[in-house]
């Protein structure tokens, strides 16, 4: 039967699981390589470990909002260190925001730390310390927890039959099924979602979605993967396409052949043979980084032990680094040439001081780079030394004066551990 006008076409069947048989064989060679090669990971003992749903939830949520946008090797260490201060959801809902900074600095993403214990407070608060217990309740209700960390939450620590969709997941998917169309737009995204809540193994949820993104992580990685070793192969159209390249004019099962297919590479770009499978996923082109340059003084005094010590300031609790501790510092505009850098510099540290700051007396340090995904930041480095008499102005934003010591235990971002 003809479709009603504007419906969107279905995708054509090449690029979906629609093959039952197909469906069961992949799902156990998955889970069997899986059980065989999958990394010892602090979250995944607790998961399989821990008797109480909530505790198991809750170990499995600090993992995977730290894991957002973090490799696995430098998240295994904050992590540990989370659950022995942290061990349950109401020992993080008593703890202090500050605590929190202190113990997330150099993970970035600050304010994924800062909703953690957001969402921790109201499951203590709100709903008498009990988890929500499924991915529609968990999304809805706590703040913080999108699809995918809803997701993978219910799917690992309850068992619901849910699939997840993740870069690693998106990777694997779209070379499985030569899905050439942008993979971060809202549409491809969708049938990204349908196709994962169709693969997921219905009695080892948490698994097959762990090992579908293990896979990604290990063996479908980004620029090299390792074909070979891979236990879908069999089902991988990429590859066969790649293998056996495309045969005759007349369009195979392989090949859409469908004009205008919404899962497929744009005609303007079409398969690459010399890019094999790594042809997918095709992503939207990236946004350069915004270029910014910001002056940061480290004032420095002699402490009443005769130890130095140096003078940080509190950013404010929203945007960039929200909340984290930082040397007095002002953002420059672009092309300001050096002297009025560092007057601009003195203008600002006299607020801070209290009393005139002579331009003259900054001592130039350096510059340091340090990239944010979305901008490019140099800092120019100067130094000041001031009396012992100084005192701060109580009225300004929050500041302190702590030693090199007290420094590198405060919530500091990476950046000024560099400056």
Not at 278 to 300: G, I, S
Not at 342 to 351: K, P, Q, S, T, V
Request: proline content about 8%.
């Amino acid at each position: 039967a003809a479709l009603p006008a504007g419906t969107p076409t279905p995708p054509p069947a090449p690029h979906l699981f629609s093959d039952p048989a197909e469906i069961g064989a992949l799902r156990r060679n998955l889970l069997a390589w899986y059980d065989r090669c999958k990394r010892d990971l602090p979250w995944r003992t607790l998961a399989a470990t821990e008797p109480d749903a909530d505790r198991r939830a809750y170990a499995v949520w600090v993992s995977e909002i730290m894991l957002q946008q973090t490799q696995v090797t430098t998240v295994i260490d904050y992590y540990s260190r989370w659950m022995q201060k942290w061990p349950t959801l109401q020992a993080l809902a008593q703890a202090s925001l500050e605590e929190v900074n202190e113990l997330w600095a150099g993970l970035g993403y600050y304010s994924r730390g800062k909703r953690l214990q957001e969402a921790a407070k109201k499951v203590v608060s709100e709903l008498a310390g009990r988890m929500p217990r499924t991915a529609e309740d968990l999304q809805k209700l706590l703040p913080g927890v999108g699809r995918y960390t809803a997701g993978a939450i219910a799917s690992i620590s309850y068992g619901q039959a849910t699939g997840v969709v993740d870069g690693n997941v998106i990777r694997v998917l779209c070379r499985l099924r030569c899905i050439g169309a942008d993979s971060s737009s809202p549409a491809v995204t969708d049938r990204l979602w349908d196709m994962a809540n169709a693969l997921v193994d219905r009695s080892r949820p948490g698994d097959f979605n762990q090992a579908l993104m293990e896979l990604g992580a290990t063996v479908c990685v980004p620029k090299a993967p390792l074909c070979g070793e891979c236990p879908v192969k069999q089902h991988c159209r990429a590859r066969r396409r790649k293998l056996f390249g495309k045969p005759t004019p007349v369009p195979d099962v392989e090949d859409c052949g469908v004009g205008g297919c919404p899962l497929c590479p744009p005609a303007t770009e079409p398969w690459d043979s010399s890019l094999g499978v790594t042809n997918f996923p095709r992503k939207a082109a990236k946004k350069q980084p915004r270029v910014a340059r910001t002056a940061t003084c480290v004032l420095e005094r002699r402490g009443c032990h005769g130890a130095p010590e140096y003078l940080i300031v509190q950013r404010p609790s929203s945007g960039l680094l929200a909340g984290l501790w930082e040397f007095p510092s002002l953002p420059l505009d672009q092309g300001l040439q050096e002297e009025k850098q560092r007057e601009a510099l003195a203008d600002h540290l006299r607020a801070w001081t209290g009393r005139p700051v002579v331009a003259g007396g900054l001592r130039f340090i350096g510059e340091v780079v340090h990239i944010f995904s979305h901008i490019h930041q140099t800092y120019v480095v100067y130094s000041l030394p001031l009396g012992a008499d100084v005192t701060l102005d109580p009225a300004l934003s929050p500041s302190r004066w702590v030693t090199e010591e007290e420094f590198h235990a405060s919530a500091v971002s990476t950046a000024m551990k560099k400056v």
